[in-house]
């Protein structure tokens, strides 16, 4: 994911992953075939800053591109929402900020229901 991101000059530091297991907030959904991960979802459940309603906001989706079109984005989603009603979330937000087929991922979404409610922008302050 990291690689072929818009983000790819940020160092990968695995212990950073290995704390969200930590968090009673926290979850991760693997897609796995034949002993293989390829894909995930990992998500963060809070409160919205100004208000005690709870979302569920993803911080990684990644589907291994021999993946894509398959089924296991749509079964990562759906374990996920499945988790969030679980916790009695209110609002479930999926966003993209890889930069990797943006309009696909949001036709994607919009066809689970989701709505298209802003964008991602970025300015890197050092290099």
Known sequence: MVTEAEFS?????KHK???LYKSPNAIAFLAIDNDKIV???A???HEYFFSNRKRVSD?????APEYRG????????KSLETWATKIDADDLHLGQTTAVE???TRQFYERLGYKTVGFNTVKHLKD
């Open 43 to 45: 998500a963060l459940s």
């Open 102 to 104: 943006i309009d696909k």
């Open 9 to 13: 000059y940020a160092k990968l530091e």
């Open 70 to 77: 398959s089924r296991a984005a749509l079964k990562l989603v």
């Open 59 to 63: 911080l990684g989706f990644y589907v």
């Open 39 to 41: 894909g995930f979802i």
């Open 17 to 19: 992953i290995l704390q």
